[in-house]
């Protein structure tokens, strides 16, 4: 067997050979430390095992170069998985802060009023029509009672005309030869949904003529007038400013009402009155965090006035006002009259989530007597707890 030197001596050349490193020498201290530095990483042996396979097989002083880098790197990913984790500790406990402050900043929703009324304008003539901008009267009313943005009109023109003739004739077929007789108009496009027919009171018979003074021989159509007389008042809708103009205007001429009758088998005489009803109806609709108050009249007809710079003058009548919810205030429900509750401050000013408020949603309208809860403090928990749920899981 060869000694320790002779051994020494042997592995020292083959190195070298094998290396191609002519100016390498090895001596027994090198080699002890060698078998040393193998022994402290046997528990890093894989990863000496992955390096070696890289370069090849190797042993003495070139393995324990590799086993010292193995060590080396180690100990560098064990600091930088450290300085991660530490850094994961550390930018979590912002995001925590920041999503507890976004329920911190949660407030129950505000109640949600939807008010309507309907105002109706009496005009004097169709020709005030033109000078009428429903829109800049939206605006001035709105600004004036305070109304914010949330304001929808919609204005309908209606024209009253008064038919007297020598037959009578039903609603029907009223309605029907009206629809027809103004829809023969180019400038015009009704049926008969958009037209009134009724029966008004009975026209006034001529005046007697005195009995010295016989008076001359009627006409068969005005004989024929004095013997029977249906009065009919017909209003028609429109949502065109022209079109209600154009029908207003030629309204006098009833040849297209007659011809319609005579169409569907109804022969008459037909008279018109001269006068014609003018009237625009302004139906509101505003949407607010509460109902507003009824506007009146006056403040109708200033807002008219003020838009058409007094050009026009109008009489406003305020009819059909009233309310609903979509979202009901708490202060206008009942679910908190039972077992000792009672409603939360401030309750007129958060909403449930519906048109009417449920026994669900007492938490945020209700407190018990004496108690200082609110319903801020409630949704903001409940809306907590739903980040919190989040975050863990």
């Not at 300085?83 to 911190?104: I, L, M």
């Not at 006409?219 to 028609?236: C, E, G, M, Y």
């Not at 009489?315 to 000792?340: H, K, N, Q, V």
């Amino acid at each position: 067997m060869l000694s320790e030197d002779a051994m020494v001596a042997v592995a020292t050349t083959t190195m070298a050979a094998t290396e191609d490193i002519a100016t390498t020498t090895t001596s027994p201290t090198r080699v002890a430390a060698d078998e040393v530095a193998a022994d402290e990483v046997v528990a890093d042996e894989v990863a000496s095992d992955e390096v070696a396979a890289s370069s090849g097989p190797s042993s003495g002083p070139v393995r324990l170069l590799m086993d010292m880098d193995a060590d080396d790197s180690s100990d560098r990913q064990l600091q930088e998985d450290n300085a991660s984790d530490v850094s994961g500790n550390v930018t979590q406990a912002p995001t925590s802060q920041t999503e507890t402050s976004a329920a911190e900043e949660c407030e129950c929703p505000p109640p949600q009023v939807v008010s309507t009324f309907t105002a109706t304008l009496s005009l004097s003539s169709a020709d005030d029509l033109v000078a009428l901008d429903f829109d800049d009267i939206k605006t001035e009313l709105a600004g004036d009672q305070s109304w914010g943005d949330s304001v929808v009109v919609v204005p309908v023109v209606k024209i009253g005309i008064q038919y007297t003739l020598d037959v009578d004739i039903t609603e029907a077929q009223c309605k029907a030869a009206v629809a027809v007789a103004y829809s023969m108009s180019s400038d015009i496009d009704i049926s008969e949904d958009d037209v009134e027919c009724g029966d008004a009171s009975a026209a006034p018979s001529p005046a007697s003529a005195s009995a010295s003074a016989p008076a001359p021989a009627p006409a068969p159509a005005a004989r024929r007038l004095r013997r029977l007389q249906t009065v009919k008042d017909v209003t028609i809708s429109f949502t065109d400013v022209q079109a209600a103009t154009a029908a207003a205007t030629g309204s006098q001429d009833t040849t297209h009402f007659t011809t319609a009758l005579a169409d569907a088998g109804v022969d008459a005489v037909v008279a018109v009155r001269e006068a014609v009803d003018v009237s625009v109806e302004l139906t509101f609709t505003v949407t607010a965090d509460a109902a507003i108050e009824e506007p009146t009249a006056i403040s109708l007809e200033s807002a008219v006035s003020t838009t058409t710079g007094g050009a026009i003058a109008v009489t406003a009548e305020i009819t059909g006002f009233s309310f609903t919810f979509s979202r009901m205030p708490c202060s206008e429900s009942d679910i908190c009259d039972t077992g000792g509750l009672g409603k939360v401050a401030n309750s007129e000013t958060i909403g449930c989530d519906g048109e009417t408020c449920t026994p669900e949603e007492r938490d945020r309208c209700c407190a018990q007597i004496g108690s200082t809860g609110n319903a801020q403090g409630t949704c903001v928990l409940g809306s907590l707890f739903s980040v919190l749920l989040w975050h863990f899981v």
